[in-house]
């Protein structure tokens, strides 16, 4: 199985929105809904921010969300804060072989 | 909080062996399915092994299987990574972690292993 696809960067302006896509195949992102998301600022281990394609652990703010859209998950983050600024990657757990996929990472800048 | 903390990272030889280990505290780690994950140096994140709660099951990514082998003590609290013939493109931070259902919840702070002459 390949990686999902991310865009290598995003950016925004404080306060606006962005959304970052990870797209897959109709074999993978398609066929399972165990779609995650994770921020990564420099030097510091991922953070879980998504999970199960839509749900926020807790002490993640409401204004990350996900959804996914046939082989495509997305990621949006609103009213954009500088501390925003960081790696994510999204993955997704394939239940039937019990692997994990992970997309290739999306920078994002708060301009 | 849910603390995990890796140790026996360092520098090794291409061909030879390395055991990571990861001690688990501040949760029922026997409840919890953990994994290995890689990350090369300004590279993503690379799955690398699952072992299920129990230690019943163990899966592994392409790149690894037949040289990595992942098993766990839940009497311990301790999850270990067994790497052999080791190569240049296992060079990475490897973090342990802890499974919710199919997501990754809390992360270790990564332990660095260098594969060089």
């Known amino acids: 199985q390949s990686a999902l696809t991310q865009p290598p960067s995003v950016s925004g302006s404080p306060g606006q929105s962005v959304t970052i896509s990870c797209t897959g195949t109709?074999?993978?992102?398609?066929?399972?809904?165990?779609v995650s998301w994770y921020q990564q600022p420099p030097g510091t281990a991922p953070k879980l921010m998504i999970y199960e394609v839509t749900n926020r652990p807790s002490g993640v703010p409401d204004r990350f969300s996900g959804s996914k859209s046939g082989n495509m998950a997305s990621l949006t983050i609103s009213g954009l804060q500088t501390e925003d600024e960081a790696d994510y990657y999204c993955s997704l757990y394939t239940s039937d072989t019990a692997h994990v996929l992970f997309g290739g990472g999306t920078k994002l800048t708060v301009l | 909080q849910v603390q995990l903390v890796e140790s026996g990272g360092g520098v090794v030889q291409p061909g030879r062996s390395l055991r990571l280990s990861c001690a688990a505290s501040r949760f029922n780690f026997r409840s919890y399915g953990m994994h290995w994950v890689r990350q090369a140096p300004g590279k993503g994140l690379e799955w690398v092994a699952v072992i299920w709660y129990d230690g019943s099951n163990k899966y592994y990514a392409d790149s690894v299987k037949g040289r990595f082998s992942i098993s766990r003590d839940n009497s311990k609290n301790t999850v270990w990574l067994q790497m052999n013939s080791l190569r240049a493109e296992d060079t990475a931070v490897y973090f342990c972690v802890r499974d919710h259902n199919g997501a990754f919840d809390y992360w270790g702070q990564g332990s660095l292993v260098t594969v060089s002459s």
């Open positions: 109709s074999s993978d992102v398609g066929s399972y809904n165990r």
